[in-house]
């Protein structure tokens, strides 16, 4: 096996460390209760799966589906379609998520701009929509023939009227360039950190501080299509409460799950691949020894490359 650069922190499994988390993954044959998912990773398949759950128990639905592209996964794989067939495909698997959900539960799925569209037409069936988030995804070295592709959408949809959104817990802090003052001299809407002047600003659906999983960062793994912890902290913060329930049928290696038990609520997902199980179970376990989440501290999201933000981890 190839060594590792010394910075490279990106997360493998010995073959003792893959018998060991085995151990703790769920297989699913007949309809359970509750308690018997709670907080663990069910290594199955999603169509299967669902079916099996219990009614009404997700107060927070999290999906990031393969997208409408060629893409290879470990020891899966999915082809690119026809819009109208992918849109059939979404459907196939999402409706049966809607008896899982709480009357008052969100549901957020991601996607890029090849397959937006079509998680909104099938989407809006089920569900009320109420935002589409575009964030920045700054990664690769671009393309020569046509506009790099460097964001992603993630809709924002709501089985009811009545919902949980926690404004307050999800406000950025973002360097001011130009300061304002008072006639008196006094910071306004502004502090100062230091060499920093900070403001704590509402977060938009525009985000460009979030930093896609690369291999000097403690939480990425191989996976193809990670997503980052802090982007999951977003939007667990905002569309949850502690002792919630979190639910993700496409977990890959686990991020929904490991943010979710960082930050006090329950949690489930399933995922077909045992290797991503086990980085799953292996992010878990590390989770234990350390919850934090890059880029978010004492209850504030740090705009990306601030200062602050780039001591973090180090």
Sequence with gaps: ???????????TLNRSEILSFKKNLLAI?????????????IKGDVFEVLDLLPDSFIDL?????????????????FKSMAISDYESWIDSWLLKTVRLLKPNASVYICGDWKSSSAIFNVSIKYFKVRNRITWEREKGRGAKTNWKNCSEDIWFFTKSDNYVF?????????R??????????EPKDWTNHGKENYRITFPSNLWTDITVPFWSMPENTNHPTQKPEK????IILASSNPGDFVFDPFL???????????????????????????????????????????????????????????????
């Design 176 to 185: 001011v360039m130009a300061p304002y003052r008072t006639e008196s001299g």
């Design 61 to 77: 639905l999290f999906i990031d589906p393969p997208y409408n592209l060629n893409k290879k996964f470990n020891t899966g794989s």
């Design 252 to 314: 890959g290696v686990g991020t929904t799950a490991v943010v979710a038990k960082k930050l006090g609520r329950n949690f489930s997902g399933i995922e077909l691949d045992e290797i991503y199980c086990c980085l799953a179970e292996k992010r878990l376990s590390l989770a234990d020894v350390n919850n934090s989440i890059q880029g978010y501290e004492h209850g504030i999201f740090w705009e990306r490359n601030s200062f602050r933000y780039q001591k973090k981890d180090k």
């Design 166 to 174: 926690n404004i307050d817990s999800v406000k950025i802090k973002r």
């Design 29 to 41: 044959s007949h309809k359970v209760e509750l308690d018997n998912i709670k907080n663990k990773i």
């Design 231 to 234: 982007l999951l902290a977003k």
């Design 1 to 11: 096996m190839k060594q590792k650069a010394a910075l490279n922190r990106t997360l």
